[in-house]
C-alpha cells in the first residue's frame, strides 16, 4: 500500500503529482485528440477500401480482419501497458511460444480447460515479471532485458519441445480458437474484453495512474512515493498474461503449439502499439490509439489483399507506417 | 529376455548401447556375446543379433553395398531435365522398407550396411528450429552408430553464411563425406569450391550444388503434381470437373526449389482438368506459415465471394491447413478439398478428421533420407554414385494415414 506523503520532500513531490495530474489533463486531451485523429485515419482507409476493393465493406470482411489481428492484437494491448510504465517488451513472442506449448502439453495432458487457462496465464505472469524483476533488480533497460529473456524464453522452448511441435487434442479448446459467439469470432471477443479490461485499468485505477506516472518521469513519481520497479514489473507481468492469452490462440487455432510459434508477430504488435500513438519513452499512450493501431494495420492488410498488391509491398507499407509513427511521436514531443 | 521385454530404462539403455556398439565394430562379437548375456538378454535375442546380415557379415561388400544403396540400379534419365540434366539418376523405390522397428520406423534395407572402418561424416543441415531438421540428425547419427561411421551436425541456420563457415570447418576438420542441406543456390557454389580444394567429397540435399556435383533431388515438382492430379481426379469425382477457383499457398521466399511445389501442382490439376483457366489459379505468399496462409486465403475467399468449389495448395502442411481454417471460417468446406506436403503433424491431425477439407498430403518418409549417408559410404568406399538420386514420395489420405510411420519428434521428442 502506499503511504500518504508526511515529509516536506514527500509533499512537495505530492504537489508535483498533482502537477502531473493537472498536466496530465491536458496531456489526456492530447492523447484523445491522438485517438480521435486515428479514428479519422481510420475511417478513411476504411472509405477508401470501400470504394476501390470489391467486397470490402462487408460483415464477413470485417470479422476476417478482426480473426487476422486478434492474436497480435492481444498481445500489442499488453505491450502497451508495459511500454506506458516505460518499459519495452520485446520477449513477448517467446512468451507466447512457451505458454502455447505449456498450455498444449497440460491439455494432452487431460487437465481441464480451465485448469490450463490459469496455468498458462500464471507462467506468462511468472515470465514477464521475471523481466520486470531483472530490469529493476539489474537497473538495465528492459529493451536490453527483453531481448536476453527473448532468447533464453525462446530457447527453452526448442529446448524443452526437441523442436517438435506438440498436439493440443481438445476441442473445447479449438473452439476457444475457431469458434464463434453471436457469430463474431471468440478469439475476436477475447481481444475486446482484454482491451475494456486494459482500458478501464489505464484509465481509472490507481495503477494505472501510476503507469503514466512511472514512464513519464520515472524520477518525479519516485520522489512522489511510487515504487517505479513494482509498477514495473506488474506492468511486464500484464505484457506476459496478454503474451500467454495470445499464444494459447494460437495453439488452439492450429491445433498444435510450435516453438517458434510467436516470433512472426513482434513487429505487427509493436506496429500497432506504435501507430497507436504510445511513446517508445513510456508516459504517453492509451489502449484505445492501440486498438484503432491494431484495426488500422489489419485493415491495411486486408485492403491491399483484396486489391491483389503483393505480399512483399505490405511489409514495405507495414513498416513504412511504423517509421512515419515514430516521426510524429518525435515531432510531438519535440512541440510539448 | 528378448530386447521388447526390457522395461527398465537403464537397462535398456545399456542394452542399446551395447548392440550399437556391436553394430558399429566397437565390441567384437565374444565381447558382445559375454555382454549381453551379463544383461540378462536370451540366448535366442543374441543368436538373432549375431545373425543379422549386417552384422555377420563384417564390412559390406562393394558389390552387396551397390547393391542395398542401388536396388534398381542407375539409369539414364529419360524425364529429368533438372540439375546435371542429361546425367544417369537413381530412384529409391517407394517398398524397399521391410517391417518397422521398436518406434514404429520403417525398416529400409539399404542400411543393412556396414562400413570397412569409421568413417566420419558431416551433415550440415538447414536448421535446428526446425522439428523434421532435428529428428533428420537423430536418425542419421543412428544409421552412423549401426552402420559404423559417425556423424557429426552443423546447423545452417537458414543461413548462407553460417553454411559457408561450416563448410570451411568441415574442410579444416577433413571430414570423409559431406551432405549439405542448405537452400541459397549460389551459396553453394562457394562451399562447393571449399570442399573441393579439401578434398571431400559432398552430396546436396533439395537445392542443388554446381553442374555436375552430387544431388538429391526430393522432387518437389513429381510429388505436388501428384497431390495436384489427386485434388484434380476428386473434383471430377465429386463435382463433375467443376472448380471456380484453385488458392495456392506459395512461398517466394524460399526460392526457386520450393517454387517447384506449386508449379508442380497446377500442372497436376490441369492434367486432370485441363478447360481450367489460369485465371482460376490464385497464388499468394503464405510463408509456409498456418497463420499468414489463414489471413491471406480468409481475404482472397472474400474477394471470391462466389467460387463455390474451391482448391487448396500448400507449399507445406501448416500452409494447407491454413487455407483449411480459412475455408472452415468462411463456411465453405462442402465443396473444398486441400492438399499439403511434408507430413507434419497438423497435416496428420486434419487428416484423421473424417469432415476436413483436408485431402491429401505428399508425404516423404524422413528416415529415407539417410539414404544420402548410404550413398556417402558407397562414394567413400570407392563405389560408383548417381549424379542424381530420388528418394520416394508417398501420398497420404484419410484412408491410408495409419500405415505411414512416424515422423518428427519419433526419436526426438523432450
Redesign the interface.
Known amino acids: 500500500m502506499e503511504q500518504m506523503p508526511t515529509t516536506p520532500s514527500a509533499l512537495q513531490a505530492d504537489r508535483h503529482v498533482s502537477d502531473e495530474r493537472g498536466g496530465g489533463e491536458v496531456a489526456s486531451a492530447l492523447v484523445n485528440s491522438t485517438a480521435v485523429r486515428l479514428i479519422a485515419v481510420y475511417a478513411l482507409l476504411v472509405l477508401i477500401f470501400g470504394i476501390s476493393a470489391h467486397n470490402f465493406l462487408t460483415t464477413d470482411n470485417f470479422l476476417n480482419i478482426g480473426r487476422a489481428t486478434s492474436v497480435f492484437g492481444i498481445a500489442a494491448l499488453g505491450v502497451c501497458v508495459a511500454l506506458v510504465a516505460g518499459s519495452l517488451d520485446v520477449s513477448f513472442g517467446a512468451t507466447m511460444s512457451v505458454c502455447s506449448i505449456v498450455a498444449a502439453e497440460k491439455i494432452a495432458a487431460g487437465h481441464p480447460l480451465s485448469y490450463v487457462l490459469v496455468y498458462a496465464i500464471c507462467v506468462g505472469a511468472i515470465l514477464g515479471a521475471i523481466n520486470g524483476v531483472l530490469s529493476t533488480v539489474l537497473r538495465i533497460d528492459s529493451l536490453v532485458i527483453t531481448l536476453g529473456t527473448l532468447s533464453i524464453f525462446g530457447g527453452w522452448a526448442y529446448l524443452h519441445t526437441g523442436g517438435s511441435p506438440t498436439n493440443a487434442p481438445s476441442s473445447s479448446f479449438a473452439e476457444m480458437g475457431r469458434g464463434e459467439w453471436l457469430g463474431v469470432p471468440i478469439q475476436v471477443w477475447i481481444m475486446l474484453g482484454i482491451a475494456l479490461l486494459l482500458g478501464f485499468v489505464l484509465r481509472f485505477t490507481t495503477f494505472g495512474q501510476r503507469c503514466y506516472a512511472a514512464g513519464d518521469n520515472p524520477r518525479a513519481a519516485s520522489i512522489a512515493g511510487i515504487h517505479v520497479g513494482r509498477v514495473r514489473i506488474a506492468a511486464l507481468a500484464i505484457s506476459g498474461i496478454t503474451a500467454a492469452v495470445a499464444g494459447m490462440l494460437i495453439a488452439a487455432n492450429a491445433g498444435v503449439a510450435n516453438p517458434g510459434t510467436g516470433e512472426a508477430y513482434l513487429l505487427s504488435a509493436i506496429a500497432a502499439v506504435v501507430i497507436g500513438g504510445t511513446s517508445l519513452t513510456g508516459g504517453v499512450g492509451t489502449i484505445l490509439g492501440t486498438f484503432v493501431g491494431i484495426a488500422v494495420l489489419g485493415t491495411i492488410d486486408n485492403g491491399l489483399d483484396l486489391l491483389g498488391v503483393s505480399s512483399f509491398w505490405e511489409d514495405a507499407v507495414r513498416g513504412g507506417i511504423v517509421v512515419l509513427a515514430l516521426v510524429l511521436d518525435r515531432l510531438r514531443r519535440s512541440a510539448t | 529376455m528378448s530386447h521388447n521385454e526390457i522395461t527398465d530404462p537403464a537397462v535398456r539403455e545399456e542394452v542399446d548401447w551395447t548392440l550399437e556398439a556391436m553394430a558399429s565394430g566397437r565390441m567384437t562379437r565374444s565381447q558382445f556375446v559375454r555382454r549381453a548375456a551379463a544383461l540378462g538378454l536370451s540366448g535366442g535375442f543374441i543368436s538373432s543379433v549375431l545373425a543379422a546380415p549386417a552384422l555377420a557379415a563384417g564390412p559390406t561388400s562393394l558389390a552387396q553395398l551397390t547393391k542395398l544403396v542401388y536396388p534398381q540400379g542407375i539409369t539414364k534419365a529419360t524425364d529429368y531435365n533438372g540439375p546435371n540434366g542429361g546425367s544417369k539418376v537413381a530412384y529409391l523405390p517407394p517398398d524397399f522398407h521391410s517391417g518397422v522397428d521398436s518406434h514404429g520406423i520403417w525398416k529400409w534395407k539399404f542400411e543393412n550396411v556396414k562400413a570397412k572402418k569409421n568413417y566420419r561424416f558431416a551433415l550440415a543441415h538447414f536448421s ?4 523434421l ?3 533428420s540428425v537423430a536418425r542419421f547419427k543412428r544409421f552412423g552408430q549401426k552402420a559404423g561411421f559417425s556423424v557429426t551436425a552443423f546447423d545452417n541456420n537458414f543461413d548462407a553464411d553460417q553454411a559457408i563457415k561450416n563448410a570451411n570447418a568441415i574442410a579444416q576438420q577433413r571430414f570423409d563425406f559431406v551432405i549439405m542441406e542448405q537452400e541459397f543456390a549460389d551459396a553453394n557454389k562457394t562451399i562447393d569450391g571449399i570442399l573441393k580444394n579439401a578434398g571431400i567429397p559432398v552430396i546436396y540435399f533439395a537445392v542443388p550444388g554446381p553442374e555436375g556435383a552430387l544431388f538429391m533431388d526430393t522432387g518437389n515438382y513429381r510429388m505436388c503434381e501428384a497431390a495436384g492430379e489427386w485434388l484434380g481426379k476428386y473434383a471430377k469425382e465429386h463435382w463433375g470437373g467443376k472448380v471456380d477457383l484453385v488458392l495456392q499457398s506459395a512461398q517466394p521466399r524460399a526460392g526457386a526449389y520450393v517454387g517447384q511445389r506449386e508449379v508442380g501442382y497446377k500442372a497436376g490439376i490441369k492434367k486432370v482438368l485441363p478447360h481450367l483457366k489460369d485465371s482460376v489459379f490464385v497464388k ?2 503464405g510463408q509456409g ?4 496462409t ?3 486465403a ?3 475467399l ?2 471470391h ?1 462466389s467460387a463455390k468449389y474451391i482448391l487448396g495448395t500448400g507449399s507445406n502442411d ?1 500452409a494447407g ?1 491454413g487455407i483449411v ?1 480459412a475455408l ?3 463456411k465453405r468446406t462442402k465443396y473444398a478439398a486441400v492438399a499439403g506436403q511434408a507430413g ?3 497435416a496428420m ?2 487428416l484423421s478428421k473424417p469432415s476436413s477439407p483436408f485431402k491429401v498430403s505428399a508425404f516423404q518418409d524422413v528416415e529415407a533420407e539417410v539414404w544420402m549417408a548410404a550413398i556417402g559410404l558407397l562414394k567413400v568406399e570407392g563405389g560408383k554414385v548417381a549424379p542424381v538420386n530420388f528418394y520416394p514420395f508417398y501420398l497420404t489420405t484419410k484412408s491410408n494415414v495409419k500405415k505411414f510411420p512416424p515422423q ?2 519419433t526419436l ?3
Not at chain 2, 128 to 131: E, N, S, V
Not at chain 2, 289 to 292: A, V, W
Request: glycine share 2%.
Open positions: 535446428a528450429k526446425w522439428d531438421m532435428v529428428e499468394f505468399d506459415l498456418l497463420p499468414e489463414q489471413k491471406l480468409a481475404d482472397l472474400t474477394k465471394s501448416d491447413v481454417r472452415e471460417a468462411a507434419q503433424a497438423s491431425t486434419e518428427a519428434g526426438t521428442k523432450a
